[in-house]
C-alpha cells in the first residue's frame, strides 16, 4: 500500500499563497498519476489539479491559473502552490496517486482562507 502524506495546509488570508506538499512511500514516477483533491463541507470531492508520470496537468476549472502542480522525484514529493488564494478555497485538499489499477488517497491537510 502506498502511503501518501499531506503537509503544508494552514489559515492564509485572501490573496495570499500556500505550497502543500505530498510526500509518497515510492517513486513518484512509479505512479501513472499523481493529483490533488479537495473537499468541502457538504460538497463533492473535486479535482483541484493533476500530473501524470511524463509530466501532462490537469486543472479544475476554478483554478483559472492561479495553482501550479509538480513533482520532484528526488524527494518522492508533489507540490501544489496555491497563489492568489480566496475563501471559496476553503477546503480538505487530499493527495491521490494511481498505480495501475490502484488508487491512494491521503489523509488530507486543511486549509483555511479567511481574514
Known amino acids: 500500500q502506498v502511503q501518501l502524506v499531506e503537509s503544508g495546509g494552514g489559515l492564509v488570508q485572501p490573496g495570499g499563497s500556500l505550497r502543500l506538499s505530498c510526500a509518497a512511500s515510492?517513486?513518484?514516477?512509479?505512479?501513472?498519476?499523481m493529483g490533488w483533491y479537495r473537499q468541502a463541507p457538504e460538497k463533492q470531492r473535486e479535482l483541484v489539479a493533476s500530473?501524470?508520470?511524463?509530466?501532462?496537468?490537469n486543472y479544475g476549472d476554478f483554478v483559472k491559473g492561479r495553482f501550479t502542480i509538480s513533482g520532484d522525484n528526488a524527494k518522492n514529493t508533489v507540490y501544489l502552490q496555491m497563489n492568489s488564494l480566496r475563501p471559496e478555497d476553503t477546503a480538505v485538499y487530499y493527495c491521490?496517486?494511481?498505480?495501475?489499477?490502484?488508487?491512494?488517497w491521503g489523509q488530507g491537510t486543511q486549509v483555511t482562507v479567511s481574514s
Open positions: 515510492g517513486s513518484i514516477f512509479s505512479f501513472t498519476a
Open positions: 500530473i501524470t508520470s511524463n509530466g501532462f496537468t
Open positions: 491521490r496517486a494511481i498505480s495501475g489499477i490502484a488508487i491512494s
